[in-house]
């Protein structure tokens, strides 16, 4: 029988989570990004020097030097805290915004703040809380917002939506009528930004226009095509039907490149990040030139980083390295200039 006490069934959860995702095939199944029907318009005249390439964005006040997000993921374990610092140092050196896993297991349980709390080896990094959007229907408020911002010393707190992961989970909170509303009124009261973010699925294109006009600062579609959350949950469910059902949903959501598209076509001034299967720097550029204005890249680098701080440090340069020279070979010096810089590539069946 499960621990019915609400914080340590979060911190099992949690521990069951970094787990599964660390050691089983959790990547969705029949569905891709929809990054491989695009290719690069290569410019062998680019007229510029690789030296030309500035990759540096601003984000919240910080400045970054990639405009690359080291996606929301864990925290409330003891493993948890060995993985986020190792993912703060690396953020902090190569100049990336990073995101916190859910805060509900710290506001649960104060304890865990030093699992979650990484500003000390990341003074100047964008520093992104996060919490389950659903929670503002189960009493979470401004106060437990700012208290969670105000712990982890963060620049904004990212509220993650994930109604087919709570569905699937039998301990989940499916309570999300109302949901809009709250987010609204959260972001008329709070002083700090408030991003949206999904978990793997996507954010349709209706939903990003309705949260920039509830005022949030900014949206990360998390689009399919990476880790699936489905597939997460399928490996926690004892019942076999239950896991059958998991199983169902390993090839859902809305592919990366078309929430991406479509995002920006419905709030084009917003700040949008992309994140969801970008494995790797031309992942990065893709998502960029299909309009994006900054990348989150969640599994490579936990992988990366329960390895080492060495393999973390390795995927970080060569992301950015890759960013860099992908931008130089299609005449881009900033990650804006990268509009425009792509075509459909030709089916495979194509003659």
Known sequence: ????????AT????????????ERDVASKGVETGFDAYRFVHRALAEMDLADVDLAADLFGRRLRAPLLISCMTGGTPEARRINERLARVAQEH??????????????????????????????????????????????????????????????????????????????DTCFRGLLAQIARLCERARFPIVVKEVGWGI??????????????????????????????????????RADVAGAFAGWGIPTARCVIEARAAAPAGTLIASGGIRNGIDVAKALALGADFTGIAGPFLRAANESLDAAHALAKELVETLRIAMFCVAARTPADLRDTLFPAPHPLSP
């Not at 939506?161 to 301990?171: C, S, Y």
Request: glycine share 8%; net charge negative; aromatic share 6%.
């Open 204 to 241: 349709a294109a209706r939903d990003v226009r309705a949260l920039f006009d509830a005022g949030v600062a900014a949206v990360d579609v998390a689009g399919a095509g990476g880790t699936s959350w489905s597939e997460v949950e399928r490996y926690r469910i004892a019942e076999p039907w």
């Open 95 to 172: 100049g990336f915004a990073m995101g916190l896993g859910s805060g509900r297991a710290l506001i649960e349980a104060p304890d865990s703040v030093e699992s979650f709390d990484v500003r000390a080896v990341a003074p100047d990094v964008a520093l992104l809380a996060n919490l389950g959007a659903v929670q503002l229907n189960k009493g979470y408020g401004i106060a437990e917002c700012r208290r969670l911002v105000d712990l982890l010393h963060a620049d904004a707190l990212a509220l993650h939506l994930n109604p087919l992961q709570e569905a699937l989970q039998p301990e989940g």
């Open 1 to 8: 029988m499960r621990d019915q006490r609400p914080e340590r």
């Open 11 to 22: 911190r099992s959860r949690k521990a069951e989570h970094l787990r599964i995702n660390i």
